[in-house]
């Protein structure tokens, strides 16, 4: 079984079905949203394909838009409803897991559609159901609006004075994008952000994936591929330093009434706090399984569960982008084959 039909989920159903299994008698997928896309669908309306972190191909089919101008959140899906009509993989949804239990040697899949009985699982849940915005004193006080990256409306519909945080690519994104249309942004990161001249290519994404994976073989929480990675120069990012947009300041200490204060009593007005504070893993429905180890994260050998080797992870730790979802995704299809062919070697 596969749940979660976002890039990861696609590059192992995929990989199952060029396997010999076949959908239905061989293997269900398993998917959360009314239709294809994944993460994709739920992207801000503003951002467009060629504005996007690169789009890779799935196995087997060319992502080639006619329009890189067009919002992502459409042309994605688009390329994931092609993709699932091309290898026939019969994605079931909306269909909502609550839970994933260990049943006499197989594993039980409990959801809102029925219970399913599987010998293997590929987990492909992603992150993007979980957005995670740290507690800070006063946010209860405060009378403007707080909102998450995810559930940005474009930045017509937010406020003249907007604080963002977050030291991800997506917060420098969302800066650029609402500059030309408040009268103040403020941008503030805990840490003090690192720039990356030159192209961002497949050295650097190997090296980046390299860094999450020790963690996740180690047993600690993952952090994101995004948060190794650096901040691409781009050119949009060189003008944005220029011009000011992008002149960071210390994370503040609390939030006020009317917006944020730091440690030495400097205070910035604020009619919204936008946080682009990331996500975490959606893994809550193996948690009967108890994969997770002393360390706050579930220990990886490749994509398998070492406490359970029955489960695989993808769209988790190093393969939670496009930079290793693939990779992930058809390498658990081929320990699942092995595993179903001959399950005491495996």
Same mark, same amino acid.
């Given at each position: ?13 995929? *990989? ?15 998917? *959360?949203? %009314?239709? +294809? ?11 467009? /394909? ?38 026939? #993989? ?11 239990? !260990?049943?006499?040697? %197989? ?19 992603? =992150? ?8 800070? +004193?006063?946010?209860?006080? @405060? ?18 004075? /907007? ?8 917060? /420098?994104? #969302? ?19 690192? @720039? ?18 020790? &963690?996740?073989?180690? *047993? ?26 992008? %002149?960071?300041?210390?994370? @503040?200490?609390?939030?006020?009434? !009317? *917006? ?23 893994? $809550? ?8 180890? +002393?360390?706050? $994260?579930?220990?990886?050998?490749? =994509? ?25 995704? &058809? ?10 062919? %001959?399950?005491?070697?495996?």
């Amino acid at each position: 079984m596969v749940i979660g039909a976002g890039q990861a989920g696609l590059s192992a159903a995929s *990989g199952l079905r060029r396997g010999g299994l076949e959908p239905g008698p061989g293997f269900v997928v398993l998917d *959360g949203d %009314d239709g +294809p896309g994944g993460a994709w669908q739920h992207r801000w309306p503003t951002l467009r /394909v060629d504005d996007a972190h690169r789009i890779h191909d799935l196995p087997g089919l060319t992502f080639s838009p006619a329009d890189p101008q067009r919002p992502a959140n459409e042309v994605v899906p688009e390329y994931f409803a092609a993709y699932e009509d091309a290898f026939d #993989l019969r994605v079931r949804r909306p269909v909502h897991v609550s839970a994933v239990r !260990d049943d006499a040697g %197989d594993l039980r899949v409990e959801t809102d559609a029925g219970t399913w009985t599987a010998r293997a699982l590929i987990n492909a849940t992603g =992150t993007w159901t979980r957005p995670f915005v740290p507690h800070y +004193p006063g946010a209860a006080t @405060f009378r403007g609006r707080q909102l998450h990256a995810a559930d940005y409306p474009g930045p017509q519909e937010l406020g003249k004075w /907007v604080v963002v945080v977050g030291g991800g690519t997506t917060a /420098v994104q #969302l800066l650029l994008e609402i500059a030309p249309h408040a009268s103040s942004t403020t941008w503030v990161t805990r840490r003090e952000p690192r @720039f990356l001249d030159g192209p961002f290519d497949a050295e650097h994404g190997r090296a980046a994936v390299a860094r999450v994976e020790e &963690r996740v073989r180690a *047993g600690l929480a993952p952090q994101s591929v995004v948060s190794v990675t650096g901040l691409v120069r781009t050119e949009a990012v060189a003008e944005g330093l220029r011009n000011g947009v992008l %002149d960071r300041r210390p994370m @503040f200490s609390t939030i006020t009434p !009317d *917006g944020v204060a730091w440690a030495d009593g400097t205070t910035e007005r604020a009619d919204v706090i936008l946080w682009a504070t990331g996500w975490r893993p959606a893994v $809550g429905h193996l948690a009967p399984l108890r994969l997770r180890g +002393p360390g706050g $994260g579930i220990a990886l050998e490749g =994509t398998r569960a070492v406490v359970d080797p029955r489960v695989h992870l993808v769209g988790y730790g190093p393969s939670a982008s496009t930079i290793g979802a693939n990779r992930a995704g &058809r390498a658990a299809a081929r320990e699942v084959l092995a595993r179903l062919r %001959d399950p005491v070697a495996a």
